[in-house]
């Protein structure tokens, strides 16, 4: 009798705690998105595609999608949890300003400086921001979620979030996954239009060496930079501020630490939390929905605008310039702020066709014009739809 | 001398700090007020009487536990909100209720007086002289359960730089509306009014892409002002350090790519020639300090071996 009792007290218990168990709570959209997790997690480690992004946000994405029994208070939406106080820093924006400070803290803004002109490559790339705004209204999305979707052109991860979670939160989750995978494809994605919008003469440009850049001058830009920006976009302030604030504690000279802690461990930690909690928020029952698949097509679609937009705009300014001042189209690419990645992908393309045209240096400058000009778009687009 | 700086300095944060206070409490505005209720909204113990709302105008909360609302002049310190109750935090951009009804005892939100007799309401600030705001009760245009409010919630709207033009920044409601906005209860969101008059997002685009440039094209012509006046300032002083070496050499502006040749013709020189750049006063593009480590250190490994005995 007693022996009885003690195996159906046994086979009670087993029987709850294999209710709470994955196994009886999995469905098949927990086990696709843990496949799309393994994905993310193989390109990193096998392909070497961003794995600083994609380790986080694959392993995050098989963190949250586990399957849980509801109120267990440990999942990524369930308030109180520990996921749900550390994804507090994307829901709230404040991780995406702290990644833009370290982002500041290692930029060296000295190509930029030397050529000024190529900030305008950075402004021209914008467009596939609004390109994409413009398709997804068409598409049926309210202008606020437009907006959200939009911002993945500015291939800019922390903006995009940051800008999702105030627009729209209930698709932050797919435009930050979104945003940072096209962002690890930009060398996939890129070179195909550079080709197609360039002919072979116009690859084998040669631009004029960047002039050196006094010390002055790179104390004077982050301050300058702010104060112009920050004047005509206010709302893009926390993005801005953060980003010149990095700045300055590397060019002041004075702040070695701060700038060292800044660029280092800080961004590290952020990036870590930035990156596994926005792979948690992929929840199957909050991501996998027809929207999701709408946000990705579209994301694709806003790079594909902006890498078009910077080469042509290239192409462009070239008929002003003149002889022995002219841009090689193939740094217009990096106009979108995927640091230093689009800026590689002009070099690399730039050497397919003479080995020895070094373009990394005056991509870099378009590339950060991309940033501050991603954080004003951002800033519109608060202004404009909150 | 530094005592004395530091006692002003600190001082100044002080003082700094008790502004601070004061203006949280002056972002508070009297927002809509109901004389006679006879028909709308009822208090927590069932009673229908007249009600002043506040509005916190700013962005951040506003506790209000300590200031003083009266409907006379000349006793500001008539109703003092008492301080400790968790209700009188007003959050961002929210309203706040107080019952006109002379029964204080019934809670902070109670007033010791009534709104039919008054003349005036004032809100006044937590040292009992300062008023925030006032606003005379037009009895002749207030029917029952009609109440008088701000067109737009906290707004003044200005007549002159002094003025307020009292007849377009207050209104007889349509509707009352305690607790909530007198204003745009019922409006859409931003951008579904800016998508009616730009359905494909086309003004929003070009608009946009003009801000974005316009803000990079300002850096641009700074930045280009600023690095000719530095080549220029740099020349100045190229060629005066020229001038005390007697020969003047036209100096042009060197590139980083003559640096970076130079430098790679070195560290070819220096490959090819199976030299190293170790001794002193070498010209080298070679790290050639040496960082101070406990590990390397001779000092430590100076010890004498353990020897079994």
């Known amino acids: ?386 | 001398m530094k005592k004395g700086l530091l006692i002003l300095l600190l001082s100044v944060v002080t003082a700094t700090l008790n502004i601070a206070g004061a203006q949280n409490m002056s972002d508070m505005r009297i927002n809509e007020i109901l004389v006679v209720n006879t028909d709308d909204f009822t208090d927590d113990y069932g009673n229908k009487s007249g009600w002043i709302e506040l509005f916190n105008t700013s962005y951040g909360t506003v506790d209000i536990g300590g200031c003083y609302i009266t409907n006379d002049p000349d006793n500001l310190t008539k109703y003092m909100i008492p301080r400790g109750d968790v209700l009188t935090k007003v959050k961002p951009r929210q309203h706040t209720l107080f019952w006109a009804d002379s029964k204080p005892h019934r809670g902070t939100f109670h007033l010791n007086f009534s709104l039919e007799n008054s003349g005036e309401i004032l809100f006044i600030s937590s040292d009992g002289k300062t008023i925030i705001d006032r606003i005379k009760i037009p009895h002749d245009l207030l029917a029952e359960n009609v109440s008088y409010g701000r067109i737009r919630d906290g707004v003044n709207v200005m007549a002159d730089k002094k003025n307020i033009d009292m007849s377009a920044t207050w209104g007889v409601l349509s509707r009352t509306s305690p607790s909530t906005n007198n204003f745009g209860v019922d409006k859409e969101p931003p951008g579904m009014i800016f998508m009616k008059i730009d359905p494909y997002g086309v003004i929003m685009s070009f608009t946009a892409m003009f801000v974005v440039f316009l803000s990079l094209i300002i850096l641009y012509l700074v930045f280009k002002n600023i690095g000719k006046y530095n080549i220029r300032i740099s020349r100045k002083r190229a060629e005066k350090a020229a001038a005390g070496t007697k020969r003047v050499v036209p100096e042009e502006e060197a590139s980083a790519e003559v640096f970076a040749a130079i430098s790679m013709a070195l560290h070819a020189f220096y490959e090819d020639n199976d030299s190293h750049d170790i001794e002193n006063t070498i010209l080298t593009i070679q790290k050639v300090t040496r960082n101070y480590s406990p590990w390397s250190s001779k000092i430590y490994t100076l010890r004498e071996r353990p020897v079994k005995k």
């Open chain 1, 1 to 386: 009798m007693e022996n009885k009792g003690i195996f159906s007290l046994l086979t009670d218990n087993l029987e709850t705690f294999l209710q709470y168990t994955g196994f009886a709570n999995a469905t098949p959209g927990h086990i696709l998105m843990i496949l799309i997790g393994l994905l993310f997690i193989y390109l990193a480690i096998k392909k070497d595609w961003e794995p600083l992004l994609l380790i986080p946000i694959g392993f995050g994405i098989v963190i949250g999608n586990i399957p849980l029994f509801p109120g267990l208070s440990v999942g990524v939406y369930e308030e109180g949890s520990v996921l749900n106080i550390l994804y507090q820093g994307v829901q709230k924006g404040f991780y995406p300003p702290l990644i833009f400070l370290g982002i500041g803290a290692m930029t060296d803004f000295s190509a930029l400086i030397s050529n000024p002109k190529l900030m305008l490559i950075g402004a021209a790339a914008q467009f596939g921001i609004f390109g994409a705004y413009a398709i997804a209204l068409a598409a049926g999305f309210a202008p606020a979620e437009a907006g959200a979707i939009g911002i993945i052109g500015g291939a800019d991860g922390p903006t995009a979030i940051f800008l999702s979670s105030r627009l729209a939160p209930d698709l932050m989750g797919a435009i930050a996954v979104s945003a940072y995978s096209y962002m690890a494809l930009v060398p996939v994605i890129q070179p195909p239009i550079m080709r197609l919008l360039t002919t072979h003469k116009e690859r084998l440009i040669r631009m004029k060496a960047p002039r050196a850049v006094s010390q002055t001058e790179k104390k004077l830009f982050p301050i300058i930079g702010f104060l112009l920006t920050a004047f005509i976009v206010p709302s893009g302030l926390p993005l801005l501020g953060m980003l010149f604030f990095g700045n300055l504690l590397k060019e002041s000279g004075v702040t070695r630490r701060l700038a060292e802690t800044a660029r280092g461990p800080l961004i590290d930690v952020v990036t870590i939390l930035i990156g596994v909690t926005v792979g948690c928020s992929t929840q199957a029952d909050k991501f996998l929905q027809i929207k999701s698949v709408y946000i990705f097509m579209l994301g694709a679609g806003s790079f594909v605008i902006a890498t078009s937009a910077g080469v042509l705009f290239v192409k462009l300014f070239n008929l002003f310039l003149k002889e022995g001042n002219k841009i090689n189209p193939l740094i217009g690419n990096s106009g979108v702020s995927a640091v230093p990645d689009s800026a590689r992908v002009s070099n690399n393309v730039g050497l397919e066709y003479d080995r020895t045209n070094y373009l990394l240096m005056h991509a870099m400058g378009p590339n950060v014009a991309g940033v501050i000009g991603s954080a004003v778009a951002a800033g519109i687009l608060l202004g404009f739809l909150t």
